[in-house]
């Protein structure tokens, strides 16, 4: 029997898990016991299972909720989009701006002040976009904005080649 079809009683839509179409033959009644016995047990470890994963899961869970009028920091490589912005290493930007929370829109989602840099950018973010932040007096932010492209990810280039040179590998 499917997982699905043990925890929910039913079969599933899915063409692969169509039953052929025939006579059913009625088994003894002892037999359909163990079967129904034997089904409420599987149920049972699917069900201990899935609760077991789901708490391994909430600890590493966090709900982030912010105010009206928080200042935060919004994540520029977009999730379907360029993960590094362009640039391999550590010091690739993950983050920029300071921009304000205008409103909240849902349970998840959020409205921000967005510069004119960025006004071919859509103004609301899910909350995972976002990173909190502390306010400082002695933190300047500047970021290129006019670099940032509608899909929340831009690509830096090089301004200079400092240095340039051949190394020879063991075998290449």
Known sequence: MAPFELLYGRNSQAPTCWEEVGEKIIEGPELVQITNEKIAIAREKLKEAQSRQKSYADQHRRTVEFQVGDHVFLRVSHCCGVRRLGIKGKLSPRYIGLFEILERIGEVSYRLALPPQLSHVHNVFHVSLLRGYNYHQLHVISYPL???????????????????????MRRK
């Open 146 to 168: 006019h670099k940032i492209q509608e899909d929340i990810s831009f690509e830096e280039e090089p301004e200079a080649i400092l240095d340039r040179q051949e190394r020879v």
